[in-house]
């Protein structure tokens, strides 16, 4: 039993941290192009915060960014 409960515990911090890779794509108003940009080893709302980090609205011109 107490092998279970161990395992348990191990797996469930193991999964609650959650960091991976994650592809952000931006994609800009003007021709309709776009680029993507690899983010290592985050959350999901971390590497989301980082993406919509580079948003942009100027001059006419944006460019929206997100997390695939």
């Known amino acids: 039993m107490k092998k279970v ?3 348990g515990a191990f797996a469930l911090l193991t999964l609650a941290s959650c ?3 994650w592809t952000c794509t931006c994609t800009s108003s003007i021709g309709g192009g776009s680029s993507s940009t ?3 080893d985050m959350t999901k709302s971390d590497a989301k915060a980082e993406c919509n980090g580079g948003d942009l609205s100027a001059g006419g011109v944006t460019v929206d960014c997100e997390i695939q």
Request: proline residues 0%.
């Open 38 to 40: 690899t983010i290592t």
């Open 5 to 7: 409960i161990l395992f």
């Open 19 to 21: 960091k991976k890779d």
